[in-house]
């Protein structure tokens, strides 16, 4: 089960950014070649091993987007997008986030009070509230 994740993942290159050892891959950065195979093993992953009792898949922009779609595809739950800008469409609400390399608000349409989420995004760098 997941092999071919399993194998993109120990082959993808590592370099380093400042301080921090960042690696490169196709789920994560969307480089080299998103191989779609990996794509629907990750999707696969979520839907065997997260709680998808949930009405709504969200993902952060950019690199969640491709997740979301690909577990939204195979569970048929629609997802939606938080976005880094305001558009100001109602219901829209602004929510700060802070990151181990940055900080700032991003947005939220198309939730409501109540709905059940799963959060998907490509990686967690750190784990640091």
Known sequence: ???KLKISLIEAPIIKKGDYNYFVHPIT???PLVDPDVLKEAAEGI???GNLNVDKIVCVEAMGIHIATAL???TGIPFVVIRK???GLEGEVAVHQITGY???ELYINGLKEGD???LVDDVVSTGEP
């Open 47 to 49: 839907k065997k091993f």
């Open 85 to 87: 800008r305001q558009y």
């Open 116 to 118: 059940r989420i799963i």
């Open 72 to 74: 939204s595809i195979i």
């Open 29 to 31: 950065d969307g480089v």
């Open 102 to 104: 940055s900080h700032g």
């Open 1 to 3: 089960m997941f092999e």
